[in-house]
């Protein structure tokens, strides 16, 4: 996948050269994300700590996000999640048996995720892996074809295997829930650019994600502000959101992706040369099947409504369609349920 451009500021360092990576097998798993917490908000992008509940409900995706007196998962502690889910699918792509629990070098896990690897930073990842533990998810989402309401912690638990006389981890055993790990097994993933570890801003790895998981290989992705807002769990006003979006455009670093304001006060995500890999153009929808979602769905933002059903229409083989207004309102009238 492509990187972020050359000489952009704002990017953190690589700290650990591409080469290194391979000098051990673990690092051949290339980054992976669950569809599921790509599409909606989880994590906290607060840098303190963030003891609010939060409550999103979109298009019937209901989800609560309570947190432990150590405050919620931020989206910095996912890169934890992110190198568990990496190395599960390797596994799985290898043929080999995977389980819930797996067992990981700290040293390991901060090298991939373009960490430090101070005694500072085996600080703050023992603190990630109890906020981990502690944020309580309550949803509906469906995961690997199966919706149920259900509670867990992100991860089920986690324990220091080995560590130093000084105390710092060496090695960690992670257990992850059920839910997640149904989706790792289901294949309900998608590959990251290695360039989102060096994403400074929470609210830039956030955008970076609903821009992979919407617009994926596609032409183009164009979205609401009010929509962005909300699938991003920002808790800053609009008016600020919308500044930190421009301000994005005018950095122009996010990996993959460029990101253009059009009139409408909508965002558009393109990918940058290179990534769009599917050869069938993608069906383009008249203004009147557009018009027909609105009424089937009111209150839906529509332009990601025909994202989603791109997403669908890609990762089913790309088909040609004869009529693909008929095809979307149709899939429109089965999500209405």
Same mark, same amino acid.
């Given at each position: 996948?492509?990187?972020?451009?050359?000489?952009?500021?704002?990017?953190?360092?690589?700290?650990?050269?591409?080469?290194?990576?391979?000098?051990?097998?673990?690092?051949?798993?290339?980054?992976?994300?669950?569809?599921?917490?790509?599409?909606?908000?989880?994590?906290?992008?607060?840098?303190?700590?963030?003891?609010?509940?939060?409550?999103?409900?979109?298009?019937?995706?209901?989800?609560?996000?309570?947190?432990?007196?150590?405050?919620?998962?931020?989206?910095?502690?996912?890169?934890?999640?992110?190198?568990?889910?990496?190395?599960?699918?390797?596994?799985?792509?290898?043929?080999?048996?995977?389980?819930?629990?797996?067992?990981?070098?700290?040293?390991?896990?901060?090298?991939?995720?373009?960490?430090?690897?101070?005694?500072?930073?085996?600080?703050? %990842? =023992?603190?990630?892996? !109890?906020?981990?533990?502690?944020?309580?998810?309550?949803?509906?989402? &469906?995961? /690997? #074809?199966?919706?149920?309401?259900?509670?867990?912690?992100?991860?089920?638990?986690?324990?220091?295997?080995?560590?130093?006389?000084?105390?710092?981890?060496?090695?960690?055993?992670?257990?992850?829930?059920?839910?997640?790990?149904?989706?790792?097994?289901?294949?309900?993933?998608?590959?990251?650019?290695?360039?989102?570890?060096?994403?400074?801003?929470?609210?830039?790895?956030?955008?970076?994600?609903?821009?992979?998981?919407?617009?994926?290989?596609?032409?183009?992705?164009?979205?609401?502000?009010?929509?962005?807002?909300?699938?991003?769990?920002?808790?800053?006003?609009?008016?600020?959101?919308?500044?930190? %979006? =421009?301000?994005?455009? !005018?950095?122009?670093?996010?990996?993959?992706?460029?990101?253009?304001? &059009?009139? /409408? #006060?909508?965002?558009?995500?393109?990918?940058?040369?290179?990534?769009?890999?599917?050869?069938?153009?993608?069906?383009?929808?008249?203004?009147?099947?557009?018009?027909?979602?609105?009424?089937?769905?009111?209150?839906?933002?529509?332009?990601?409504?025909?994202?989603?059903?791109?997403?669908?229409?890609?990762?089913?083989?790309?088909?040609?369609?004869?009529?693909?207004?008929?095809?979307?309102?149709?899939?429109?009238?089965?999500?209405?349920?």
């Amino acid at each position: 996948m492509s990187s972020a451009v050359t000489g952009a500021g704002g990017l953190l360092p690589d700290r650990h050269k591409q080469s290194d990576f391979f000098l051990c097998d673990i690092f051949d798993a290339i980054p992976k994300d669950d569809i599921a917490s790509m599409e909606h908000p989880l994590f906290s992008l607060a840098t303190r700590p963030d003891r609010r509940i939060l409550q999103y409900d979109h298009n019937g995706t209901e989800i609560t996000v309570t947190p432990s007196v150590r405050g919620l998962a931020t989206i910095h502690d996912k890169d934890i999640l992110l190198f568990c889910i990496s190395q599960l699918m390797a596994g799985i792509n290898a043929g080999r048996t995977v389980s819930r629990t797996l067992h990981l070098k700290a040293h390991d896990l901060l090298v991939a995720t373009n960490r430090e690897t101070s005694g500072d930073s085996y600080r703050r %990842l =023992r603190e990630a892996f !109890e906020r981990l533990a502690g944020t309580r998810i309550t949803t509906n989402i &469906v995961t /690997g #074809d199966k919706e149920v309401t259900t509670g867990f912690g992100l991860i089920e638990s986690w324990q220091i295997e080995r560590k130093t006389r000084g105390g710092r981890m060496v090695s960690v055993a992670v257990t992850l829930s059920e839910w997640l790990f149904r989706a790792v097994v289901s294949k309900s993933v998608l590959t990251l650019s290695r360039d989102y570890f060096r994403l400074r801003k929470p609210l830039e790895r956030r955008i970076y994600e609903l821009a992979r998981k919407h617009c994926g290989r596609q032409p183009a992705w164009t979205v609401s502000v009010d929509t962005l807002l909300k699938k991003s769990g920002s808790a800053s006003p609009r008016r600020v959101f919308r500044k930190m %979006l =421009r301000d994005m455009i !005018e950095a122009n670093h996010l990996p993959d992706y460029e990101i253009e304001e &059009v009139p /409408g #006060d909508l965002m558009r995500f393109t990918p940058r040369g290179g990534l769009v890999s599917v050869d069938v153009p993608p069906p383009i929808l008249s203004a009147d099947a557009l018009e027909e979602a609105r009424r089937l769905m009111p209150g839906t933002d529509v332009y990601a409504l025909e994202a989603d059903w791109r997403g669908v229409w890609a990762r089913t083989g790309a088909q040609r369609l004869r009529k693909p207004d008929a095809a979307f309102l149709g899939w429109v009238k089965k999500r209405k349920g």
